[in-house]
């Protein structure tokens, strides 16, 4: 618990302080004792079963220093999250973390962090703002778009006797070698492929065009350094392609038996209408969303917030390893988003800079208008917040509030839920004006204002959108 760790925290220059924290011994100790029966249930002693060596019989037989040295590599991140949580600071950027000497029996271990913290902010106008809002609507575009893709997915493939162009579909036997040998996952049969989707290997599909049924192809292609199998990374292959048939997409006509049969409406008109209505009605979302953080950065313009260089390359730095870190859950490797960009890593840094830049402005007034409001989120609120959530994991929000509360997540969830109810209160007290009355705004110059901005204030940026 958060609790076990206690901290003493002083402010360095530059939005940086230092955590001075000490584990109490008992803590230290309980967790020693926990190592030892871990490291007692591999051990095999004369006198004990396997797995039974207690743990006073462990410590005692692998010296006290190497047991507490294994519980400090265990614990020493927990202890780290609590003292952070105990603190009471937001940390941005990688900690300078200083471990003091493992200490003796019945003494306590202690640790130093050196890490920057969320800038503050001095607020200035926060209630009654103006921000632009424009009107939900669904252009005929957007519509022809919708029915477009439905029509997709009404879409059936018919045989055709003709050569292979792309956007159509051929079924193919392949067998791909490599120096002549066949490879795992090279061969198939009936396999369907859309020529010009660009979803095989770059080359394969190119290869096919103007195939025809029962015509036998040789394709020579490649693979990519990074591809997924690595057995086949940057090899060169070669399939043995036998087409069995050429399918083309015949698309529904835009009548009102297309209206009928795709969604039931008795002409095309009603159709229209009914994809206009929901259009309008997921846009009422995506307004609603872009007027509280056009609030929020109304409310950012009009504070005072100095953020530090290093704070700013700490958070763009942060949002690159999550961006990686998300990527590679899709299989994308840093290397092939690189050479995708086109960017190197410091290019791309560098362009991140500026959204970091405005999230650490947005936090640091959020942080603001919820100590100025008093916001604090009661029991109530999170176990009304954590509805959706418990029903979809299928079970109660107080079982799912326990179990966050022994996993250290509880204050995340109550911190995040205090952050939009900040956004909320900024919104409903903002003042909504049209787009080109913001532009006119924007193009006249305010003396007040410039003196609390500055001339480098950055601009509204997408990287966070409250409430999201």
């Known amino acids: 618990m958060p609790d076990a760790v206690k901290t003493t925290v002083t402010e360095l220059p530059e939005s940086r302080v230092r955590v001075e ?12 004792q926990a190592t030892a029966r871990q490291m007692g249930r591999d051990l095999r002693m004369p006198g004990f079963r396997k797995g039974k060596v207690p743990p006073p019989v462990v ?30 600071i937001h940390p941005v950027g990688e900690p300078s973390l200083d471990l003091g000497e493992l200490p003796g ?11 920057a913290v969320r800038p503050t902010a001095e607020l200035g106008r926060y209630k009654g703002v103006e921000a632009p809002r424009r009107e939900p609507g669904a252009d005929d575009e957007a519509i022809d778009a919708e029915i477009e893709a439905l029509r997709e997915r009404m879409a059936r493939l018919e045989t055709v006797d003709e050569p292979a162009a792309s956007g159509d579909f051929i079924v193919m036997d392949h067998l791909g070698t490599i120096d002549g040998v066949p490879f795992d996952g090279g061969e198939g049969r009936d396999q369907l492929v859309e020529l010009g989707s660009g979803r095989l290997v770059e080359g394969f599909e190119a290869q096919l065009l103007g195939a025809v049924a029962r015509e036998q192809r040789t394709v020579n292609i490649t693979f990519p350094d990074d591809y997924a199998a690595e057995h ?10 036998t087409v ?18 795709s969604a039931g409406f008795d002409t095309i008109a009603e159709l229209r209408e009914d994809v206009a209505a929901k259009l309008r009605e997921a846009d009422e979302n995506k307004v609603e969303a872009e007027f509280r953080e056009a609030v929020l950065d ?32 899709q299989g994308i490797t840093k290397e092939a988003y690189l050479r995708m960009a086109e960017r190197s890593e ?50 109660t929000p107080e079982k799912l509030r326990q179990s966050l509360e022994r996993s250290g997540q509880l204050e995340t969830v109550r911190e995040d839920l205090a952050q939009r109810r900040a956004v909320e209160l900024l919104a409903a007290e903002a003042k909504p004006i049209s787009a080109a009355q913001a532009k006119v705004r924007e193009q006249i110059w305010t003396p007040d204002r410039e003196k609390r901005e500055g001339d480098d204030q950055p601009a509204p940026s997408k990287l966070w959108t409250p409430g999201s």
Not at 21 to 32: H, I, L, Q, S, Y
Not at 316 to 321: D, F, I, N, T, V
């Open 232 to 241: 086949l990374a940057g090899k060169p292959a070669q399939f043995a392609i």
């Open 244 to 261: 069995n048939e050429v399918k083309r997409k015949e698309l529904p006509a835009l009548d009102d038996d297309f209206a009928s049969d």
């Open 105 to 115: 029996a019945g003494e306590p271990l202690t640790f130093t962090i050196e890490i």
């Open 59 to 88: 410590i005692q037989r692998m010296g006290r220093d190497t047991v507490l040295d294994e519980t400090v590599r265990g614990a020493l991140g927990r202890w780290y999250l609590d003292a952070i949580d105990a603190a009471g």
């Open 346 to 395: 410091e290019e791309l840094l560098d362009q991140a800079k500026p959204d970091a830049e405005q999230a650490l402005r947005r936090e640091a007034v959020i942080a603001a208008v919820i100590e100025a409001e008093s916001i604090d989120p009661t029991d109530g609120d999170v176990l009304d917040a954590l509805q959706s959530t418990a029903a979809q994991e299928g079970t």
């Open 298 to 329: 109304a409310v950012v313009a009009d504070s005072k917030i100095e953020i530090p260089q290093h704070l700013i390359d700490a958070r763009a730095g942060e949002l690159w390893e999550r961006m990686m870190h998300s990527l590679s859950h």
């Open 21 to 32: 924290a000490e584990v109490p011994a008992a803590e230290v100790e309980r967790r020693v």
